[in-house]
């Protein structure tokens, strides 16, 4: 089992920036060949907000964060990222990075699909 980390989130005024972080533990980083970011506010479901397959040859995003938000991988680092552009204060939530063992050649974006987690980082934008 992977281990997740994230690290990055903090406190930004509207229309700054944050770059998120997860790094993996281990050498089985290349077994979750499909990485991704998801979102949960206080008092809503978990969302899906980005993948990234292995060769970061296809990315999947969400409709509310298409134009602003960048997913990337650094495979020999073990790293997943995601540049945050023009923060809203409703992109305010815990931040989860998310690996999935799946080989699929179609975008991931439920949380079914993905089966290993992080611990979440916080990420809050004041308006």
């Known amino acids: 089992q992977v281990q997740l980390v994230e690290s990055g989130g903090g406190l930004v005024q509207a229309g700054g920036s944050l770059r998120l972080s997860c790094a993996a533990s281990?050498?089985?980083?290349?077994?979750?060949?499909?990485m991704g970011w998801f979102r949960q506010a206080p008092g809503k479901e978990r969302e899906f907000v980005a993948a990234?397959?292995?060769?970061?040859?296809?990315?999947n995003y969400a409709d509310s964060v298409k134009g602003r938000f960048t997913i990337s991988r650094d495979n020999a680092k073990n790293t997943a990222y995601l540049q945050m552009n023009s923060l809203k204060p409703e992109d305010t939530a815990v931040y989860y990075c998310a690996a999935s063992r799946r080989r699929a050649g179609i975008p991931l974006a439920a949380v079914s699909d993905f089966g290993s987690w992080g611990q979440g980082t916080q990420v809050t934008v004041s308006s």
């Open positions: 281990g050498r089985t980083f290349i077994n979750y060949p499909w």
């Open positions: 990234i397959s292995w060769s970061g040859g296809i990315t």
